[in-house]
C-alpha cells in the first residue's frame, strides 16, 4: 500500500510542472507555428468548461475566436499494485490544428532497478471495446524515451509516455462503446492491462471511470464550448 501511495504522489504532483514543460518541448519541435501563437503556461493555468464539466491544463482560440489547442487534464486509467512493485498510467488528450493525438504516460515504482524505455516508429496502442471492436492508434512525433523520477539502492521510480494519434474513425469508433483491455507495443516493450469500470483517486480524492474515458473526454476535445 505504501508503494503505491509514493507512486500515486509522484504522478499527480508531477504532472503540473515537468510535463506541461515537456509539452512545449513536443510541440515546439512537431508544431513551431504553434508555439509562437501559444502563452506560456504554469501549474495555475487550468481551465474548466462548466457545462460540460470538462478541465483542460490548456486552451488556446485564434483571433476569430476558433479552438487551435486544446489539452485536457490527465486521468489516471489504470493502477496496479504489488507489495514489491507498482504502476499507474494517465491518459490526457490533445487537440492542435484538427489532429487529435492521446499522451499516455506510464509511471512505474519497485524494489528492483528500473529503465525506462523509448517509444517511437512502429510503436501502437490497440483498444478493445466492449462491443467488440478493435481501435489501434499508432504512434505519432518524435521519439520519446523515458526519465527516471528517483532512484535509491532499494528503490526506482521512472515514467514512459508516447503520443499517439487518432483520427477520424478511431474517434468515432472510441465514442460508440466502453473501452475493455489495453495493449501497448513498442520494439523492446508491451504491456497489457485492463479498464476497470470504477477506481478512486486518492491524492485528488475522486472517484475515476476508466472504462468511459474516451466517451467522456472526446466531447471535451470536439465540442469544448
Not at 501559444?38 to 485564434?62: G, I, M, P, T
Not at 513498442?186 to 475522486?206: A, G, M, P, T
Request: hydrophobic content about 35%.
Amino acid at each position: 500500500m505504501l508503494l503505491i501511495l509514493q507512486l500515486s504522489y509522484k504522478i499527480n504532483q508531477h504532472w503540473p510542472m515537468k510535463n506541461i514543460f515537456f509539452l512545449a518541448v513536443f510541440f515546439q519541435l512537431v508544431c513551431p507555428s504553434l508555439l509562437a501563437q501559444r502563452e506560456s503556461n504554469d501549474k495555475e493555468d487550468v481551465f474548466v468548461d462548466d457545462q460540460n464539466q470538462c478541465v483542460y491544463l490548456a486552451f488556446n482560440q485564434n483571433r476569430k475566436g476558433e479552438t487551435e489547442f486544446l489539452q485536457t487534464e490527465p486521468v489516471m486509467v489504470e493502477e496496479w499494485t504489488t507489495p514489491l512493485r507498482g504502476r499507474v498510467i494517465d491518459f490526457s488528450l490533445v487537440y492542435n490544428k484538427g489532429q487529435i493525438l492521446l499522451y499516455i504516460e506510464i509511471t512505474e515504482d519497485a524494489e528492483e532497478n528500473l529503465n525506462p524505455i523509448c517509444i517511437g516508429n512502429n510503436a501502437r496502442i490497440t483498444f478493445r471495446l466492449k462491443n467488440g471492436n478493435y481501435v489501434s492508434l499508432p504512434q505519432t512525433g518524435e521519439k520519446l524515451c523515458g526519465f527516471v523520477n528517483e532512484k535509491k539502492d532499494k528503490y526506482s521510480n521512472i515514467t514512459n509516455r508516447g503520443f499517439f494519434l487518432i483520427d477520424a474513425k478511431s474517434v468515432k469508433r472510441l465514442q460508440e462503446s466502453e473501452v475493455y483491455i489495453a495493449s501497448l507495443q513498442s520494439k523492446k516493450y508491451q504491456l497489457d492491462f485492463i479498464f476497470r469500470s470504477e477506481l478512486y483517486d486518492e491524492v485528488n480524492d475522486y472517484d475515476v471511470y476508466p472504462e468511459l474515458y474516451f466517451m467522456s473526454e472526446l466531447k471535451c476535445i470536439l465540442q469544448p464550448n
